[in-house]
């Protein structure tokens, strides 16, 4: 049976595909088919027309719900004959049917489609294109939107071979668009990154050990393009051997871990020298197992940074006059010793290395030549140890060494080859220089067991040598430990002393040999401690001038001596002259009393003070000592130099300081009735002082034939316990009565 399909609309579209009416056609018009069959047929017919109307359904679900965008435009004026939902979307209206393209959407006029589909209408040949760029209007009024398509226009043709219409299919892509312009700017804002810190990429695939090298990467080490094979060894065997394993060990971990890879290490140029890198990289892809298939990352020379770390290192850790290690690195060598002499049972030594009288180097030579000992002898004492040991300077002449693997005579050589080398001339530019060195020796395990505390027992096993007459070792002994705390403690008794009026001012009368009066005094200190009763200044001035007390206590010593000068001279209606002691340490800052303003603040003749010195003072003769000397001379205090005759008595400082008066050192006086040699040692000391026009005081006179002795040797002044010792003021005060009674 033949079935007519008639559209109820003259417009054929796919959703009138169900307005369709399927009508038997008339008997009268044969199909030519021949007979039927009883039924007729019709139950066969209807099935058929059931199943066709079925796949109709199916196809116009199919073409309306396709997910690209399908029209068709019909004849030369490209009119649309059908579009399914998708086209609907996408030109965002639904006047399309019937109506030419160019009508429908006049927005497409001048880009350039319009023609595009003439041509393929006249030509018959398709187009296609992707990522096309399409504005649209798809609200009436509303802006234009840009979107872009993949499309392709096929024309259709009829039996004569003309073209009827086109068959527009295409798929919105804006957004893989975008995806891919997004990729495209973030690639590029990598390279520029890339660019910028000059990095070289590489990628590796592990399956056949290939890696692409970027050209930078090779430009980085110093080759051209075509030079490095695309190999994995190539890398490799470029590593320098002690960064190799470590690299090789990082890589392994970043396959295994899956953490990001992140090494320095150095890289061997096409010159051969080494360069330092940083190679950054992760796993880009894996097998189908999970195991790491290509890694990618990149590669940024980082030689500069390098040195500067590196500078950075050795002036963290090491002295820039000498190049030894410096304080910080000797103190992780220390510790680092520690744990391993800990771990294998071995004994340690540190030695403690102070220079004697080195500021006297720097005083008379300048601060130059100073530096010019010091690297000399930061050279002989490296020349002194094994490769195992370390020299190092922890500041100022102060030097140790940590001397491994030992046993004990063999620390007692090497402390006596230290001293010795020490001793020996050193030739610098500027002539010879004579030094010599005190040395401490602590051991481990057997004196402390940690840093601190070996540093500490070194120290005061080189106090003990310097305060046993220097340019000799010591080793530290448990005593030294407690002598240390002991002058600790007396250094914090002392400051209580102080203020709490502990510290008492004592006069020793000075006599006129030739009168026999007491012509003037001598200040001296005086401390009875609480506990341990009178300490000798011997003994507690060294502590106060360690300590920085000395100038406090020389400020109250100066004040007292003063206030009672002003009350005596007040009394003998006469100017009371008072000697005080200053120590050097006193003049190497300038916080203490201005003496000479102090003197006129409270109206007294500066010819009431004497300073009494010693010969160090002159000796170590900074600007600011002779400044001092010279102001004190102007402004007439008078200086005493004190212990004439033990010291270098040099007669150049008597003239350039002007001297006033020399006191011949007591252990003269004590054997001068017994010994020729000290006696002609007085006589001469007086009879060149009265040729200079100095006055001479003889100190510690305690016998009457001492006396007698200085008498007939023209001595000027006296002192001892032959006339008093030195008492309170108020006894000194009764002394002076008694003379004046
Ligand atoms: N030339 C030079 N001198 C320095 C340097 N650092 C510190 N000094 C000086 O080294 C001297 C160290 O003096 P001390 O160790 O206190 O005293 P000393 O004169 O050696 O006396 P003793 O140690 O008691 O024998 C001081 O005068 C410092 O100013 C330096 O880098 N170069």
């Given at each position: 049976?033949?079935?007519?399909?008639?559209?109820?609309?003259?417009?054929?579209?796919?959703?009138?595909?169900?307005?369709?009416?399927?009508?038997?056609?008339?008997?009268?018009?044969?199909?030519?088919?021949?007979?039927?069959?009883?039924?007729?047929?019709?139950?066969?017919?209807?099935?058929?027309?059931?199943?066709?109307?079925?796949?109709?359904?199916?196809?116009?679900?199919?073409?309306?719900?396709?997910?690209?965008?399908?029209?068709?435009?019909?004849?030369?004026?490209?009119?649309?004959?059908?579009?399914?939902?998708?086209?609907?979307?996408?030109?965002?209206?639904?006047?399309?049917?019937?109506?030419?393209?160019?009508?429908?959407?006049?927005?497409?006029?001048?880009?350039?489609?319009?023609?595009?589909?003439?041509?393929?209408?006249?030509?018959?040949?398709?187009?296609?294109?992707?990522?096309?760029?399409?504005?649209?209007?798809?609200?009436?009024?509303?802006?234009?939107?840009?979107?872009?398509?993949?499309?392709?226009?096929?024309?259709?043709?009829?039996?004569?071979?003309?073209?009827?219409?086109?068959?527009?299919?295409?798929?919105?892509?804006?957004?893989?668009?975008?995806?891919?312009?997004?990729l495209?700017?973030s690639n590029?804002?990598l390279n520029?990154?890339l660019?910028?810190?000059?990095a070289g990429i590489w990628d590796w695939t592990f399956h056949d050990n290939e890696v692409v090298y970027s050209k930078r990467w090779k430009e980085i080490l110093?080759y051209g393009e075509g030079d490095i094979p695309n190999r994995y060894q190539e890398w490799v065997r470029r590593i320098?051997?002690?960064?190799r394993q470590?690299a090789l060990e990082d890589i392994q971990a970043t396959m295994k871990e899956q953490a990001p890879l992140n090494i320095?290490y150095?890289l061997?140029?096409?010159?051969?020298?080494?360069?330092?890198v940083i190679s950054r990289g992760v796993v880009v892809a894996r097998d189908e197992r999970g195991r790491p298939a290509r890694m990618s990352g990149t590669m940024t020379?980082?030689?500069?940074?390098?040195?500067?770390?590196?500078?950075?290192?050795?002036?963290?850790?090491?002295?820039?006059?000498?190049?030894?290690?410096?304080?910080?690195?000797?103190?992780?060598?220390?510790?680092?010793?520690?744990?391993?002499?800990?771990?294998?049972?071995?004994?340690?030594?540190?030695?403690?290395?102070?220079?004697?009288?080195?500021?006297?180097?720097?005083?008379?030579?300048?601060?130059?030549?100073?530096?010019?000992?010091?690297?000399?002898?930061?050279?002989?004492?490296?020349?002194?140890?094994?490769?195992?040991?370390?020299?190092?300077?922890?500041?100022?002449?102060?030097?140790?060494?940590?001397?491994?693997?030992?046993?004990?005579?063999?620390?007692?050589?090497?402390?006596?080859?230290?001293?010795?080398?020490?001793?020996?001339?050193?030739?610098?530019?500027?002539?010879?220089?004579?030094?010599?060195?005190?040395?401490?020796?602590?051991?481990?395990?057997?004196?402390?067991?940690?840093?601190?505390?070996?540093?500490?027992?070194?120290?005061?096993?080189?106090?003990?040598?310097?305060?046993?007459?220097?340019?000799?070792?010591?080793?530290?002994?448990?005593?030294?430990?407690?002598?240390?705390?002991?002058?600790?403690?007396?250094?914090?008794?002392?400051?209580?002393?102080?203020?709490?009026?502990?510290?008492?001012?004592?006069?020793?009368?000075?006599?006129?040999?030739?009168?026999?009066?007491?012509?003037?005094?001598?200040?001296?200190?005086?401390?009875?401690?609480?506990?341990?009763?009178?300490?000798?200044?011997?003994?507690?001035?060294?502590?106060?001038?360690?300590?920085?007390?000395?100038?406090?206590?020389?400020?109250?010593?100066?004040?007292?001596?003063?206030?009672?000068?002003?009350?005596?001279?007040?009394?003998?209606?006469?100017?009371?002259?008072?000697?005080?002691?200053?120590?050097?340490?006193?003049?190497?800052?300038?916080?203490?009393?201005?003496?000479?303003?102090?003197?006129?603040?409270?109206?007294?003749?500066?010819?009431?003070?004497?300073?009494?010195?010693?010969?160090?003072?002159?000796?170590?003769?900074?600007?600011?000592?002779?400044?001092?000397?010279?102001?004190?001379?102007?402004?007439?205090?008078?200086?005493?130099?004190?212990?004439?005759?033990?010291?270098?008595?040099?007669?150049?400082?008597?003239?350039?300081?002007?001297?006033?008066?020399?006191?011949?050192?007591?252990?003269?006086?004590?054997?001068?009735?017994?010994?020729?040699?000290?006696?002609?040692?007085?006589?001469?000391?007086?009879?060149?002082?009265?040729?200079?026009?100095?006055?001479?005081?003889?100190?510690?006179?305690?016998?009457?034939?001492?006396?007698?002795?200085?008498?007939?040797?023209?001595?000027?002044?006296?002192?001892?316990?032959?006339?008093?010792?030195?008492?309170?003021?108020?006894?000194?005060?009764?002394?002076?009565?008694?003379?004046?009674?």
């Amino acid at each position: 049976m033949a079935v007519a399909v008639k559209p109820t609309v003259t417009d054929w579209q796919p959703e009138t595909f169900l307005k369709y009416t399927v009508t038997p056609m008339d008997y009268a018009e044969d199909d030519g088919n021949g007979p039927r069959n009883e039924t007729g047929g019709r139950e066969e017919t209807a099935n058929l027309i059931k199943a066709l109307m079925a796949e109709v359904q199916q196809l116009h679900r199919m073409f309306a719900q396709a997910p690209g965008f399908i029209a068709v435009l019909r004849g030369p004026s490209l009119v649309y004959e059908v579009v399914n939902e998708a086209y609907y979307q996408l030109v965002g209206h639904r006047e399309l049917i019937g109506r030419p393209i160019q009508e429908a959407l006049p927005e497409l006029g001048g880009q350039g489609y319009l023609e595009i589909l003439k041509n393929v209408f006249c030509t018959g040949r398709p187009f296609s294109g992707a990522l096309l760029p399409v504005t649209l209007q798809r609200t009436f009024d509303g802006p234009t939107t840009t979107i872009y398509v993949d499309l392709l226009f096929q024309p259709l043709i009829d039996d004569e071979g003309n073209t009827t219409r086109i068959f527009i299919q295409g798929h919105d892509v804006t957004k893989q668009r975008d995806a891919i312009e997004a990729l495209n700017e973030s690639n590029q804002r990598l390279n520029f990154a890339l660019e910028g810190a000059r990095a070289g990429i590489w990628d590796w695939t592990f399956h056949d050990n290939e890696v692409v090298y970027s050209k930078r990467w090779k430009e980085i080490l110093g080759y051209g393009e075509g030079d490095i094979p695309n190999r994995y060894q190539e890398w490799v065997r470029r590593i320098h051997p002690d960064d190799r394993q470590a690299a090789l060990e990082d890589i392994q971990a970043t396959m295994k871990e899956q953490a990001p890879l992140n090494i320095e290490y150095r890289l061997q140029c096409k010159d051969g020298t080494y360069k330092w890198v940083i190679s950054r990289g992760v796993v880009v892809a894996r097998d189908e197992r999970g195991r790491p298939a290509r890694m990618s990352g990149t590669m940024t020379d980082i030689s500069d940074k390098k040195k500067s770390e590196e500078m950075i290192w050795q002036h963290a850790n090491f002295d820039i006059l000498t190049g030894l290690p410096n304080r910080r690195l000797f103190r992780d060598r220390l510790e680092q010793e520690i744990r391993k002499a800990h771990r294998t049972g071995d004994e340690i030594a540190l030695l403690f290395i102070d220079l004697d009288h080195f500021k006297e180097v720097n005083d008379l030579h300048g601060h130059d030549v100073g530096d010019q000992l010091l690297n000399h002898v930061a050279s002989r004492l490296s020349s002194c140890i094994r490769e195992s040991d370390t020299v190092a300077r922890l500041g100022g002449d102060e030097f140790t060494i940590i001397l491994t693997e030992l046993h004990e005579p063999h620390i007692e050589l090497m402390a006596q080859k230290i001293t010795q080398k020490l001793a020996m001339p050193f030739v610098l530019n500027e002539g010879i220089a004579h030094i010599s060195a005190s040395v401490g020796i602590t051991l481990y395990p057997a004196d402390a067991d940690n840093t601190a505390d070996l540093i500490r027992n070194a120290d005061q096993a080189m106090y003990a040598a310097k305060a046993g007459g220097r340019n000799h070792f010591r080793f530290f002994t448990k005593s030294m430990h407690s002598e240390a705390q002991n002058r600790v403690r007396l250094a914090q008794d002392l400051r209580s002393a102080l203020t709490s009026k502990r510290l008492k001012v004592y006069f020793q009368p000075i006599v006129d040999l030739s009168s026999g009066e007491i012509s003037k005094a001598e200040a001296l200190l005086r401390w009875n401690h609480d506990a341990l009763g009178d300490i000798s200044p011997a003994r507690f001035i060294p502590i106060a001038e360690e300590s920085g007390l000395i100038h406090e206590i020389g400020d109250f010593v100066f004040s007292e001596a003063v206030s009672w000068a002003m009350q005596w001279s007040a009394k003998s209606k006469n100017t009371f002259e008072i000697s005080i002691n200053k120590s050097p340490i006193q003049f190497t800052r300038g916080a203490s009393i201005d003496w000479p303003a102090y003197l006129a603040e409270r109206g007294l003749p500066a010819g009431c003070v004497t300073v009494e010195i010693t010969e160090g003072v002159l000796l170590n003769a900074s600007t600011q000592v002779a400044t001092t000397l010279d102001k004190y001379k102007d402004t007439g205090i008078r200086v005493a130099l004190d212990d004439f005759g033990t010291g270098y008595s040099s007669l150049a400082y008597l003239k350039r300081f002007h001297i006033d008066c020399l006191k011949i050192d007591q252990s003269f006086i004590r054997d001068i009735s017994v010994n020729e040699s000290s006696r002609a040692i007085a006589e001469s000391i007086i009879a060149m002082a009265h040729r200079l026009g100095i006055r001479v005081i003889a100190e510690g006179i305690e016998e009457q034939n001492q006396l007698d002795i200085l008498r007939l040797a023209g001595c000027d002044y006296g002192q001892g316990f032959i006339f008093s010792k030195a008492v309170p003021p108020i006894e000194f005060e009764a002394l002076l009565e008694n003379r004046m009674s």
